[in-house]
């Protein structure tokens, strides 16, 4: 399945690279958000990515954004990829409205980072028809995609989304829907366990992440990466480990729950556990 017309639900940070990385590969993109001015956003986002992958011999920044198109509704494409905030009402919301839409032959894939697609595939009448295609940021650079098999997923729609992935240049990975899938029930615990550290005064925000990345090799430290990722979003997917495993150990620490509280939600709000100006 070629997949020659996507509609992205979400222009966020997420949504917007997912876009650009779409149209980069020759594909006409639909690009729709509720809030008004988001995709004119994330049009500007995508014009200074591709302007500095163009400097790297990357495509004209012009005909890239050429094939994306802005769309005030959800339209009927091949694919669907949500990328909308990580709450299962909205989510389901959209598949809803897609499935209702789309031709009965198209997929619906969401990015979502925590979100169980079961329960996504559960509210349309393609269930077979629904997977998890989880990119990570920021989507133009990094190589992984999480694809993720609901209950229902059937083998045809897993191939057809790890074949895209493959032809965006992207390197896809196959995880069972559990909660988290892999990439966050590893990496949300360590995100956890570095606020704890730093709420009970082990060290300075910047030490813990010095030791991260000089000891450990990433690129960013465990706090930095929290406010990169929105710490309003690591609280959401820490509370869907916690309520789906039901494991203590998961429940978040209460120092990123009063940030999220007092509006410190990291990169996108200017603040978080580091200041940006």
Same mark, same amino acid.
């Given at each position: 399945?070629?997949?020659?017309?996507?509609?992205?639900?979400?222009?966020?940070?997420?949504?917007?690279?997912?876009?650009?990385?779409?149209?980069? &590969?020759?594909?006409?993109? &639909?690009?729709?958000?509720?809030? &008004?001015?988001?995709?004119?956003? =994330?049009?500007? @986002?995508?014009?200074?990515?591709?302007?500095?992958?163009?400097?790297?011999?990357?495509?004209?920044?012009?005909?890239?954004?050429?094939?994306? &198109?802005?769309?005030?509704?959800?339209?009927?494409?091949?694919? +669907?990829?949500?990328?909308?905030?990580?709450?299962?009402?909205?989510?389901?919301?959209?598949?809803?409205?897609?499935?209702?839409? *789309? $031709?009965?032959? =198209?997929?619906?894939?969401?990015?979502? %980072?925590?979100?169980?697609?079961?329960?996504?595939?559960? /509210?349309? %009448?393609? $269930?077979?028809? /629904?997977?998890? +295609?989880?990119?990570?940021?920021?989507?133009?650079?990094?190589?992984?995609?999480?694809?993720?098999? =609901?209950?229902?997923?059937?083998?045809?729609?897993?191939?057809?989304?790890?074949?895209?992935?493959?032809?965006?240049?992207?390197? #896809?990975?196959?995880?069972?829907?559990? #909660?988290?899938?892999?990439?966050?029930?590893?990496?949300? $615990? *360590?995100?956890?366990?570095?606020?704890?550290?730093? +709420?009970? !005064?082990?060290?300075?925000?910047?030490?813990?992440?010095?030791?991260?990345?000089?000891?450990?090799?990433?690129?960013?430290?465990?706090?930095?990466? @929290?406010?990169?990722? !929105?710490?309003?979003?690591?609280?959401?997917?820490?509370?869907?480990?916690?309520? !789906?495993?039901?494991? #203590?150990?998961?429940? $978040?620490?209460?120092?990123?729950?009063?940030?999220? @509280?007092?509006?410190?939600? !990291?990169?996108?709000?200017?603040?978080?556990?580091?200041?940006? #100006?």
């Amino acid at each position: 399945m070629r997949f020659e017309h996507v509609l992205v639900v979400g222009a966020g940070q997420m949504g917007g690279g997912i876009a650009q990385v779409v149209a980069a &590969s020759g594909r006409r993109v &639909s690009l729709y958000d509720e809030v &008004s001015d988001a995709v004119e956003r =994330a049009r500007g @986002a995508m014009e200074k990515s591709l302007g500095k992958l163009a400097e790297k011999g990357g495509a004209a920044p012009d005909e890239v954004l050429g094939r994306v &198109s802005h769309v005030e509704k959800i339209v009927a494409a091949d694919l +669907m990829i949500e990328a909308v905030v990580e709450n299962a009402e909205v989510k389901e919301d959209v598949f809803r409205r897609a499935d209702q839409t *789309f $031709p009965p032959e =198209a997929i619906l894939a969401s990015n979502t %980072s925590s979100i169980p697609i079961t329960s996504l595939a559960s /509210v349309t %009448s393609r $269930p077979d028809k /629904v997977v998890g +295609m989880h990119f990570f940021n920021p989507v133009p650079v990094l190589q992984l995609v999480e694809v993720i098999r =609901a209950l229902q997923t059937s083998d045809e729609t897993a191939a057809a989304i790890v074949a895209l992935a493959e032809d965006l240049g992207k390197t #896809p990975a196959e995880a069972n829907d559990f #909660p988290g899938f892999v990439s966050n029930r590893i990496l949300m $615990p *360590f995100v956890n366990e570095a606020a704890y550290a730093l +709420m009970e !005064g082990v060290a300075a925000a910047e030490a813990i992440d010095t030791i991260a990345r000089l000891g450990f090799a990433h690129p960013l430290g465990p706090l930095a990466l @929290a406010d990169l990722i !929105g710490l309003d979003t690591c609280v959401s997917i820490m509370e869907v480990l916690h309520d !789906g495993l039901g494991d #203590p150990k998961y429940a $978040p620490c209460p120092l990123l729950r009063q940030y999220v @509280a007092a509006g410190r939600l !990291g990169r996108k709000s200017g603040r978080g556990f580091y200041d940006y #100006p």
